[in-house]
C-alpha cells in the first residue's frame, strides 16, 4: 500500500517571502499522480497543483510550483510571494494510475502560517 | 461553490443512533468518493461508486455503507454511531477516468455526544 508522509506539522512564513512544504511517499509504482490540496478555515478542500509521475517537467500554477524528485520520491511545494490568504492545512496526496482505483492516499498535513 | 453539494453542513446526534449523509456531485461527474477526515486518523478514503456501482473501498466499518442513485446523488449512512465516529465526511466526486484531482464537498461535519 502506498503511503504519504508530510514531516512538518506546522510551519509558518512572513507575507512576501517563500516557504517550501515538504512531502515523501512510498510505492512500487512507476506511474501515478501527486496532488497538493489546500484546506483554509472555511475546511474546503481546494485543489493546488498537481504532477503526473510520467512527467519531468515540475508542475507549475502561478505562485504555486512543486519539485518532483521521483528516484527520492520526493514531491515538495514551494510557495513564493506568500500572501495571508495561503493560511491554511496542506495536504500532500498519491493517486495510482491503475485503471478503475482512483482513491487519494492523503499525508496528515501541515498547517501554514502567514505573518503579516 | 465547487458545484458538489453536501448537506446537512453540521450534524449533532448520540450514540447509538443512525445518520445519512448526502452528496450532490458536480454535473456530468460519474463518480462519487466518501472520505472521513479526523484528528487521529487525517483524510481516510471510505468508498467509491462509479455510476451507481461501487469501484472501490476503504477503510469503512461494516456500520457504514453508502450507495449512489440513478440521478447519481449519493448516500452515506452511518449507524449505532459511537463517539469516535465525530469527524468530517467529505463527499468528492470526478470525471473518471480522466486522472484530475477531485471537487470535494465542503463537508459535513458530525458530532456523536
Known amino acids: 500500500a502506498q503511503t504519504v508522509t508530510q514531516s512538518q506539522p506546522e510551519m509558518s512564513v512572513q507575507e512576501a517571502e517563500t516557504v517550501t512544504l515538504s512531502c515523501t511517499y512510498d510505492?512500487?509504482?512507476?506511474?501515478?499522480?501527486l496532488f497538493w490540496y489546500k484546506q483554509p478555515p472555511s475546511r474546503q478542500m481546494i485543489l493546488v497543483i498537481r504532477?503526473?509521475?510520467?512527467?519531468?517537467q515540475n508542475a507549475t500554477e502561478n505562485r504555486f510550483s512543486v519539485n518532483f524528485q521521483k528516484a527520492a520520491k520526493s514531491f515538495s511545494l514551494k510557495i513564493s510571494d506568500s500572501q495571508l490568504g495561503d493560511a491554511a492545512m496542506y495536504f500532500c496526496?498519491?493517486?495510482?494510475?491503475?485503471?478503475?482505483?482512483?482513491?487519494?492516499?492523503f499525508g496528515k498535513g501541515t498547517k501554514l502560517s502567514v505573518i503579516p | 461553490d465547487s458545484g458538489v453539494t453536501q448537506t446537512p453542513k453540521h450534524l449533532i446526534t448520540a450514540t447509538g443512533q443512525r445518520v445519512t449523509l448526502r452528496c450532490s456531485p458536480r454535473?456530468?461527474?460519474?463518480?462519487v468518493y466518501w472520505y472521513q477526515q479526523s484528528l487521529d486518523q487525517g483524510l481516510q478514503f471510505l468508498i467509491q461508486?462509479?455510476?451507481?456501482?461501487?469501484?472501490a473501498k476503504g477503510n469503512i466499518l461494516e456500520r457504514f455503507s453508502a450507495q449512489q442513485f440513478p440521478d447519481l446523488h449519493s448516500e452515506l449512512n452511518l449507524s449505532s454511531l459511537e463517539l469516535g465516529d465525530s469527524a468530517l465526511y467529505f463527499c468528492?466526486?470526478?470525471?473518471?477516468?480522466?486522472?484530475?484531482?477531485?471537487?470535494f464537498g465542503s463537508g459535513t461535519r458530525l458530532t456523536v455526544v
Open positions: 468528492a466526486s470526478s470525471v473518471d477516468p480522466v486522472p484530475y484531482g477531485y471537487t
Open positions: 510505492t512500487s509504482e512507476s506511474d501515478y499522480y
Open positions: 504532477q503526473e509521475a510520467y512527467k519531468q
Open positions: 496526496a498519491y493517486r495510482s494510475r491503475g485503471a478503475g482505483s482512483y482513491q487519494l492516499t
Open positions: 454535473s456530468g461527474d460519474l463518480s
Open positions: 461508486y462509479y455510476n451507481g456501482e461501487e469501484r
